[in-house]
């Protein structure tokens, strides 16, 4: 019996790349900027400008996010979180090592 396995993604090198990428993090809602806030426990701690009203800062952070690791804005998505201070992040076409890199 062949086993029939999902196509996997490559760079623009031919490079393999992972599926998605989950990061956890804590927002801090109504801050002066948004910013990278250094850690939160073993969260990742983002001060986000927006307030927590219809769903602004939601979509400030995953914006935010984007445009820190150069992605697509439709490449990062809410999974967990989504009226809490703690969140899920998935990624799309980015290594856990390049995010290590880029959200310092």
Known sequence: MRRLLAPRLLSR????MPRSVRIAVY????????????????????RVAAPPVDQ??????????????????????????????????EIDG???EQIGILLR
């Open 13 to 16: 090198d031919n490079v393999p």
């Open 56 to 89: 602004a800062a939601n979509e400030a952070l995953l914006a935010f996010i984007a445009s820190k690791l150069g992605v697509r804005p439709r490449d990062v998505r809410l999974v967990a979180g989504a009226t809490s201070r703690h969140k899920v992040l």
């Open 27 to 46: 927002v801090q809602p109504r801050a002066k900027r948004t910013e990278i806030a250094g850690r939160h426990g073993t969260d990742l701690k983002i």
């Open 94 to 96: 980015i290594t856990p």
